[in-house]
């Protein structure tokens, strides 16, 4: 149980597009979900938070109209990067987390790597 | 500001001997640790965790420490299995509405067989 998956896994786009990647709950209600980001050997930066049915909370330097996020539905969240450019060329991981309160486990996803040409 | 952080990028150890990974973190308001094991283009995969009125919590090969006095926290794998070899990230919780979690650096724990 516990599954996350993201779409797609991998994507290559030119400068000054826009890139839609989707992260779904498989088999469980996430009422959160996250998006994160990592650089090469780097931590997982949290970038923002996002819960069913509202607008995304932004971590603090995240442009919130360069990364729109859609929480549309319990098992679905789209990050939506606008105007790429290649600095924007990382793994994007989105995560989930069933329920509220104490339940603090997040279940990830596989990750997606954009290259931004 | 790194809040939660893994001094030892990389740690080495024989099959079948104990793996130690530590953390450090800076914010005594975190209540709640996590570890993850993450492969190369993967996402994370929760390992085991521990709340902040706990010292310890065991779950097969795996035990988690936590000192609180000294804000430090440390994962244990024994044995060892080349299986294991991965990055390992602990992760600490920043409480309210979200409970977002807060990762550390990061080890790539290697074991040789």
């Known amino acids: 149980g516990a599954v996350v998956s993201q779409h797609p896994s991998w994507v290559i786009c030119k400068s000054g597009t826009s890139v839609k990647i989707e992260c779904r709950s498989l088999d469980f209600q996430a009422t959160t979900m996250f998006w994160y980001r990592q650089f090469p050997k780097q931590s997982l930066m949290l970038m923002a938070t996002?819960?069913?049915?509202?607008?995304?909370?932004?971590e603090q330097g995240v442009e919130k109209d360069k990364f729109l996020i859609n929480h549309a539905s319990l098992t679905l969240s789209t990050l939506t990067v606008t105007s790429a450019h290649p600095e924007d060329s990382s793994f994007y991981i989105c995560?989930?987390?069933?329920?509220?309160?104490?339940?603090?486990?997040?279940?990830f996803g596989p990750g997606t790597r954009l290259t931004v040409t | 500001d790194q809040q939660v952080k893994q001094n030892s990028p990389s740690l080495s150890v024989q099959e079948g001997r104990i793996s130690i990974l530590n953390c450090d973190y800076t914010?005594?308001?975190?209540?709640?640790f996590l570890w993850y094991k993450k492969y190369p283009a993967e996402g994370p995969t929760f390992l085991i965790s521990i709340s902040s009125i706990k010292d310890k919590n065991e779950d097969g090969r795996f035990t988690v420490f936590l000192n609180k006095s000294a804000k430090h926290l440390s994962l244990h794998i024994v044995p060892s299995q080349p299986g294991d070899s991965a990055v390992y990230f602990c992760a600490a919780v920043y409480g309210g509405a979200t409970n977002k979690l807060i990762f550390g650096t990061g080890t790539l724990l290697a074991v040789q067989p």
């Open positions: 995560s989930a987390r069933a329920g509220q309160g104490l339940t603090y486990e997040q279940y």
């Open positions: 996002s819960n069913e049915g509202s607008k995304a909370t932004y």
């Open positions: 914010n005594s308001m975190f209540d709640y």
